[in-house]
């Protein structure tokens, strides 16, 4: 299930700087020309500019490709859907893709930003992280109605 | 341009898994006593050793030469990931152009099947690591992708480890050595979708060592008459890339090439042979297009109309590749080179490809999170 906010807020980001935690958002960085780039770094990542300012960037995207991973390292757990998500200021990045029950995950499926518990297995205590939440483009009024 | 690297004689030992008590220092011993063999050449003539790993712990390559009564030489450890082995090459090539030394025994070896499990990632630094990814998801999404842009099918995919696997039934050195069906391919559990078992080179444990030479290092070791040179070998790294880019637009494999060409002023005609880093059925398909040996979404239906094959109009991974071969990950890029020494010696007997005068190694090592890639290689030699 997806954390809320509240329930993961004790715990330690998984790395400094990639996201804020009110509102929850990942960071990035915009030069003059209107690159961005993510995660933040002291140039544009597209014209190595060093004119750029931090900004938060979209909660929500498009899912470029995924995979089911099914085999990992010891420490990881399997099943997990990993993917490419596009965001509309045209940063690509890597990330975790939560499924939704009765939704096939698909290229071009809109997905949205979410915490997420990074865990090793119990090597290590659990961080937060982020991932993508496929959206549910045609909520069940029932569903809503409950939530 | 730099001079070329004679190859005075090569040797490998058979790649696959070995037990712990046969130690990565042992099996790179063996390759180099190999490689020492086929050159006609004793220890003593080495002027440097450079060897190439991952996982081989801190100065591996000194624990090796002690192995072989080459203490004391210059030696140097090499790490580009899956490009080490190749990387170690392209620095004796240098070296021998330069004339700092003129016989460099150069090892690739890796011992992973007792430290390595469920398959390789990138260092846990490294943001996309951090977020759950392993090399094979990586091919995964690429595939995905690949067959959503190109119409490629899924089966056109597989076909890649059918054709490598038929070729490895011909190589004494490979990992595996019997041919495999489509079925085979399409049915094995899959590791990360829609790849699965068979779309995945193995976790093995291997060695591969070549004896290089500049004109005074063939006329120390008495070498006379045409050997097969490595005239050069391009080294690129990933570069940042921007959201708008196909995914499967390997950039870093069409700078590698572009490195390859200006380093030895081959071209892509003059290629006959390739030994392509299939660490996954789909790279093989990706990386050629990036190179510009063939034209961008067609690199899946080549291989399902049997072009990449040995009699093939462009013959790729005569081999067997890193899918059949095995890929002892340091190990690769040099295993890779003896190949292409026997392909251009016209010594492969039963995976021969006729008439191989020129042939190029690819080698792609590790991944960079919002790059393209860890480092690439492009090894050129000719017979
Ligand atoms: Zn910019």
Redesign the pocket.
Known sequence: MTPSVDDVAELEPFREGVFDLDPFGLRGVR?A?G?YTFPVRTF?G??K?ELVEPVPLSGGGVLHTFTVVRQAPPGVSVPYLLGYVDLPEGCRLMARIEPRPGVEPAIGAPVDLVPAIFSDGGSSADRLGFAFAIRNEHPDPKERHDA | MLDPAHVAGVGMIRFGKYPATVTLERMAARAATAALADAGATADQIDAIIVGHVFGGPVAGQRIAVELGLDGKPIANVENYCASGATAIREAWVALSAGLHDVVLVIGVEKMTDRIFGGVRPDPNDLDAAVGYVMAAGHGMSARRYMSDHGATRAQIAAVAVKNHAHSVNNPYAQYQVPISLEQVLQARPIAEPLGLLDCSPISDGAAAILLCNRAGLARLGVSGAVPRVLGCGLVSGSLRSGDEPLNAEDISRRAAQEAWRLTGVGPDDIDLVEMHDCFTIAEIVRLEGLGLVPVGEGARWTELGHTGIRGKLPVNPSGGLLSRGHPVGATGVAQACELTWQLRGTASGRQVAGARTGLAYCKGGTVSGTDGGSVTTLVMQA
């Open positions: 030069c020309v690159h544009c597209t014209c500019s």
